[in-house]
């Protein structure tokens, strides 16, 4: 089966789109077709996906982002708002949902209007490899299932880091590598045959949530994604995996 074989890494020009490769100036225009397909639905989706578990998920990595009412948090890749509106009502001071896709930033005004959270929420559409933010204007960063859609991973954490303040913290949650070998093959089947048939009955998309699956397996390993954020300059990096290896949560400071 096609998600069995590893792939060799794309070329200085190409990117991994997914199991294809793309030209490397295509794939931001291609994610985003993905996530305007699919925003009117993703919350739906995502229960679907997860059979429910990236509500724990996303629990457990704002109880670790723990932003104080004198922090501001800059929720990179922050979709329909989730990880920004726990953490406002968690305690954080301000949070600012960034996201590049206009569709998904639009849902995620709705729903804070509708659990009365504009207060200390700012909205901004930006990508997040080049960020129009002044250098070290904020206290955490976090970053929810957004990082593998990026074309170039290096540039987000390198501007992550330059935003942050010193001493401050990015937070990123993300599908890993499943650690417990039993789990792998029920994964592959739930990804690969599952989630397509979900998403063409739901969302009426089901090559979108193939890309997804797909990007899932071309997403650095815990280890590799630890090194790739020292790499951008950040420290004291570690990883958590949750669920057995099937997302992690990985920290580092701007010291």
């Known amino acids: 089966m096609t998600e069995d074989k590893p792939r060799a890494p794309a070329g200085a020009d190409t990117i991994d789109f ?8 295509e794939k931001a225009g291609l994610v985003r077709q993905v996530f305007e397909s ?16 990236h509500r724990v998920w996303k629990q457990a990595f704002v109880a670790a982002i723990a932003a104080s009412p004198r922090e501001t948090l800059l929720d990179l890749a922050g979709g329909t708002g989730d990880i920004g509106f726990r953490a406002l009502e968690l305690g954080a001071g301000r949070v600012i949902l960034s996201d590049i896709n206009p569709a998904m930033l639009q849902v995620a005004q709705g729903r804070a209007l509708e659990r009365g959270l504009a207060a200390g929420l700012g909205f901004l559409c930006a990508d997040a490899e080049r960020l129009p933010l002044p250098d070290r204007s904020v206290e955490k960063i976090s970053m929810a299932f957004g990082l593998r859609n990026c074309t170039d991973k290096a540039a987000v954490l390198r501007e992550a880091r330059r935003v942050l303040r010193p001493g401050g913290r990015f937070h990123c949650l993300e599908f890993s590598r499943v650690e417990v070998a039993a789990l792998a093959p029920l994964y592959d ?13 739901v969302a009426k998309d089901a090559e979108s ?6 990007s899932i397996r071309m997403f ?3 280890e590799a994604l630890a090194g790739l954020m020292r790499e951008a300059g950040l420290e004291r990096v570690q990883h958590r995996s949750l669920s057995g290896g099937i997302v992690a ?3 580092g400071w701007r010291i």
Do not use: C, K
């Not at 699919?38 to 578990?53: E, F, K, Q, T």
């Not at 089947?189 to 009955?201: C, D, E, K, M, Y």
């Open 18 to 25: 997914g199991f294809r490769d793309v030209p490397r100036a």
């Open 38 to 53: 699919v925003a009117p639905r993703y919350d739906l989706m995502n229960d679907l996906m997860s059979l429910g578990l």
């Open 189 to 201: 089947a739930w990804s690969f045959r599952v989630l397509p048939a979900l998403g063409q009955r």
């Open 209 to 214: 949530y193939r890309y997804l699956a797909e």
């Open 220 to 222: 650095p390993d815990q």
């Open 249 to 251: 949560i990985h920290t």
